[in-house]
């Protein structure tokens, strides 16, 4: 079964991670995007991680994992290398309710960490359930070849349409056909009209 794609700000939400290698890495870069609080424990860490701790943007505690590391956590992700401590930690996190990604071990995962295409506002997640994180490398790379980085402008833009059409479109029908125009019109186009080009051609294909 599918894991449904719950989308959560994360923002100043205290994250931890433990372990201090490459695949540990891989994972505090994706979410420094969202700005957590990311709280890394790991008994060595690599140069990268010291660095981004030298740089304040993560806090690291090189040292084996306690199990009191995990208080005050909203979410955890546990990528030691070691099964024994994942499942350990993923353990902890299940009797606390704590949301657990356990590496590499789908079977200790509470949620799992998505392939990620993110342009401004526009984030899409590819889980493949743990079986097969390959696939969802492929089809991230797809999405973005084909999507050419103007998702985060058309997303911006259809947001100012959206603000028009609810202030000025009387019917929810006449609504859901003028932003459907909209969005044609974006993806079609060669350069992406303005806020003001956009809602003027609306008008016109009335």
């Not at 943007?57 to 546990?78: P, Y």
């Not at 590496?103 to 960490?113: G, R």
């Amino acid at each position: 079964m599918p894991y449904f794609p719950f989308f959560a700000n994360i923002e100043n939400m205290p994250c931890l991670v433990v372990g201090g290698g490459q695949v540990a890495l891989r994972k505090i870069e994706k979410l420094l995007d969202f700005s957590p609080i990311i709280k890394v424990v790991a008994s060595k860490a690599c140069g990268e991680i010291r660095e981004l701790a030298d740089r304040g943007m993560i806090t690291l505690f090189e040292r084996a994992f306690k199990d009191s590391d995990i208080d005050g956590s909203t979410f955890v992700i546990t990528a030691t290398g070691d099964r024994g401590v994942n499942r350990h930690i993923s353990q902890l996190c299940r009797q606390r309710h704590i949301p657990c990604n356990a590496v590499d071990d789908p079977e200790s995962c509470t949620f799992f960490f998505p392939a990620i295409v993110t342009e401004g506002d526009v984030c899409i997640g590819i889980s493949t359930g743990g079986k097969s994180p390959t696939l969802a490398s492929h089809l991230r790379k797809t999405i973005q070849s084909q999507t050419e980085g103007r998702l985060g402008d058309i997303c911006n833009v259809m947001g100012k349409v959206r603000d028009y059409a609810l202030e000025n479109i009387s019917t929810e029908q006449a609504r859901k056909k003028a932003m459907a125009e909209a969005l044609k019109i974006c993806l079609e186009s060669d350069v992406l009209p303005t806020e003001e080009q956009l809602i003027e051609m609306i008008k016109e294909r009335k």
